[in-house]
């Protein structure tokens, strides 16, 4: 299939001209189920970019005013953070089924010296998705180096490689891998290896380089337990707090305007080469666990089958516990991002969920 890279070389004003190519098409079947989530006051802001072939569809919706407006992405974050990780990969500093405790010495003992690095990408480690004392460490504001200090001393609860669970600890693990052969920052890392040989320019894993007025408030009280579950006594660091919005977390702490998620995306439609190889971004996109266990690429979610795309599909991407979406098709060459305010589990049927669907069916 024949793709022109536009999303990636293109200036503001191109884009904004490519727009009017979305008259072609009836949107309204898309955009109307996040107009009626806003006013029945369901989600307080939106955000989202498609893309059909040349076709290009962006709206902002509820408190989002502009197409800078950044969400927080949640585990969209995750992908992310392990592409730059994977730039080490390109540059032949580890292997994928290098044990972990070859990196991180520490990590020894009880199945962990069984623990591959494959196997922290793919979610079957054996490692938790948080620390068990995940709301103490976030009470307390533990630093990104306090949470890897105690993420090391987990030990697999299974034997690693023969089941799935997910797990943010182990994308984190990956991350401290990285930052101590770079001896940079996991955030500063992301920004060089990432965000900035794709120009995305509103998005921060934390917020040190975006505009307050432009990052958008999730709806804490529909909070997941780990981000404080509406308690207000969490208010120093849930979602919404300096704290987190500072720390980094390259499990789930990346803001983002729904523009350059759709950059990130098509990087690994086109293949490109800017941020990692061409065979190593196709390597991130494919199934890496056994038939038995969930479609795992390295960081992606592939197939995508809990939005109803069906098992062995060639859709990657991700969710975002926070409200967001992600996800892109090689085979029709479509991109999708929408990005709310809304958790993903504050109700049945999520608009971003029914949105999703409705552009997968545009014709």
Request: contains cysteine; charged residues 20%.
């Amino acid at each position: 299939m024949r793709r022109r890279p536009f999303l990636l070389s293109v200036t503001l004003g191109t884009l904004l001209t490519m727009n009017s190519y979305a008259n072609q098409r009836d949107w309204n079947s898309v955009s109307a189920i996040l107009d009626k989530a806003v006013a029945d006051n369901t989600i307080r802001a939106s955000s989202v970019f498609f893309r059909i072939g040349e076709e290009v569809f962006e709206k902002q919706f509820g408190s989002a005013r502009s197409n800078r407006s950044a969400f927080l992405l949640g585990s969209i974050t995750k992908p992310m953070a392990i592409a730059a990780f994977m730039t080490l990969y390109d540059r032949g500093m580890i292997e994928l089924n290098d044990a972990v405790v070859k990196y991180l010495p520490e990590f020894r003992g009880e199945r962990r010296d069984q623990v591959t690095i494959r196997h922290l990408l793919t979610h079957t480690s054996g490692l938790p998705d948080q620390l068990p004392d995940n709301n103490h460490w976030r009470r307390s504001h533990a630093s990104l180096k306090q949470f890897s200090d105690q993420a090391i001393l987990l030990a697999p609860r299974f034997q690693p490689g023969s089941q799935y669970e997910y797990s943010s600890m182990g994308i984190l693990l990956a991350c401290e891998i990285a930052s101590r052969h770079t001896r940079l920052s996991i955030p500063d890392f992301v920004e060089s290896t990432i965000l900035k040989p794709l120009q995305m320019k509103h998005s921060c894993l934390g917020r040190k380089t975006l505009d307050r007025a432009d990052l958008i408030a999730v709806q804490t009280e529909f909070a997941a337990p780990e981000a404080g579950g509406g308690d207000p006594t969490a208010k120093s660091w849930d979602w919404n707090s300096d704290y987190w919005r500072d720390l980094g977390a390259p499990w789930g702490g990346m803001h983002a305007s729904a523009r350059d998620v759709a950059l990130f995306l098509e990087s690994f439609l086109q293949h490109d080469g800017r941020i990692l190889r061409p065979e190593t971004s196709r390597m991130m996109i494919r199934n890496h666990n056994p038939d038995s266990l969930p479609s795992r690429g390295l960081g992606f979610d592939v197939g995508l089958e809990e939005l109803g795309f069906p098992r062995g599909s060639s859709i990657f991407g991700h969710t975002g516990s926070t409200g967001t979406i992600a996800w892109a098709d090689p085979e029709r060459d479509r991109v999708c991002v929408i990005l709310t305010s809304l958790p993903g589990a504050a109700i049945k049927d999520h608009p971003r969920l029914l949105a999703s669907q409705a552009f997968s069916k545009l014709s």
